[in-house]
C-alpha cells in the first residue's frame, strides 16, 4: 500500500536552515508529482511546493520562494524540502502528498504521510 | 495568491444535507476544473474527498458531491452522520506563479 514517512522535523533556530524528507513506498514514485502542504498549530492547510514527477518543473507558494527548495531522489523515492533562512512562522506540520494519477500535477492529493513538526524558536 | 474563501463554520443536525462553499477569482476555482476537497479530522493527515470539481475517489460515500459555478465551488455533504464532523479544505490549481492554493477551512459540526 502507499506510504509516505515525513522525517527531519525539530526545533530550529530562526535564520538556520533545515532538510526535511519524504520516504515513499508502495508504488512507482518516479512516475508521480509530489508536493509539500504545511499547516501551522491551529491554522488552514497551505500549500507550499510541488515537483513534477521528473523533477523537470517545480513551483513554490509566495510566502516560501527564494527560501525553500523542493527536489526528489528517484532512485532512492525520497522528496526533500531543503529550508532556510527559517522564520518564526514557519512553525508547522509539514505533510509532504501524492498526487492522485501518474503523471499528473492537478492539486489532487491522494495520499498524504503522517506530517512531520517543524518549529522555530530561539 | 490569496486563499481560496470559505465559510468559517457550518452545522447541521444528522440526517441533514449541508453545503460548503468556496469562493476563488478567474485565475483558480474560474478558470479550472482542477477544485478539490480534503477532509480533517484532528490530529490526522487530510483525506481527498472530491477532485475534479465533483469527482469522488473509490472508497469515498456518495454522500459527498461537489460543484462549480463561476468563481465558487461548493462540497454538498448530504444525510449528515456524526463522523461527517472535522474540517473541510477545498483547493484549486491557479495560473499565477505559485500554482495551488488552498481554502481557508471550514469546521463542520454535527448537532
Known amino acids: 500500500q502507499v506510504q509516505l514517512v515525513e522525517s527531519g522535523g525539530g526545533v530550529v533556530q530562526p535564520g538556520r536552515s533545515l532538510r526535511l524528507s519524504c520516504a515513499a513506498s508502495g508504488f512507482t514514485f518516479s512516475n508521480y508529482g509530489m508536493h509539500w502542504v504545511r499547516q501551522a498549530p491551529g491554522k488552514g492547510l497551505e500549500w507550499v511546493a510541488v515537483i513534477w514527477y521528473d523533477g523537470s518543473n517545480k513551483y513554490y507558494a509566495d510566502s516560501v520562494k527564494g527560501r525553500f527548495t523542493i527536489s526528489r531522489d528517484n532512485s532512492k523515492n525520497t522528496l526533500y524540502l531543503q529550508m532556510n533562512s527559517l522564520r518564526a512562522e514557519d512553525t508547522a506540520v509539514f505533510y509532504c502528498?501524492?498526487?492522485?494519477?501518474?503523471?499528473?500535477?492537478?492539486?489532487?492529493?491522494?495520499?498524504w504521510g503522517q506530517g512531520t513538526l517543524l518549529t522555530v524558536s530561539s | 495568491q490569496s486563499a481560496l474563501t470559505q465559510p468559517a463554520s457550518v452545522s447541521g443536525s444528522p440526517g441533514q444535507s449541508i453545503t460548503i462553499s468556496c469562493t476563488g477569482t478567474?485565475?483558480?476555482?474560474?478558470?479550472?476544473?482542477?477544485v478539490s476537497w480534503y477532509q480533517q479530522h484532528p490530529g490526522k493527515a487530510p483525506k481527498l474527498m472530491i477532485y475534479?470539481?465533483?469527482n469522488r475517489p473509490s472508497g469515498v460515500s456518495n454522500r459527498f458531491s461537489g460543484s462549480k459555478s463561476g468563481n465558487t465551488a461548493s462540497l454538498t455533504i448530504s444525510g449528515l452522520q456524526a463522523e461527517d464532523e472535522a474540517d473541510y479544505y477545498c483547493?484549486?490549481?491557479?495560473?499565477?506563479?505559485?500554482?495551488?492554493?488552498f481554502g481557508t477551512g471550514t469546521k463542520v459540526t454535527v448537532l
Open positions: 483547493s484549486s490549481y491557479t495560473s499565477s506563479s505559485t500554482l495551488g492554493v
Open positions: 475534479e470539481v465533483s
Open positions: 478567474s485565475s483558480d476555482v474560474g478558470d479550472y476544473k482542477y
Open positions: 502528498a501524492r498526487e492522485r494519477l501518474i503523471g499528473d500535477t492537478t492539486m489532487a492529493l491522494g495520499y
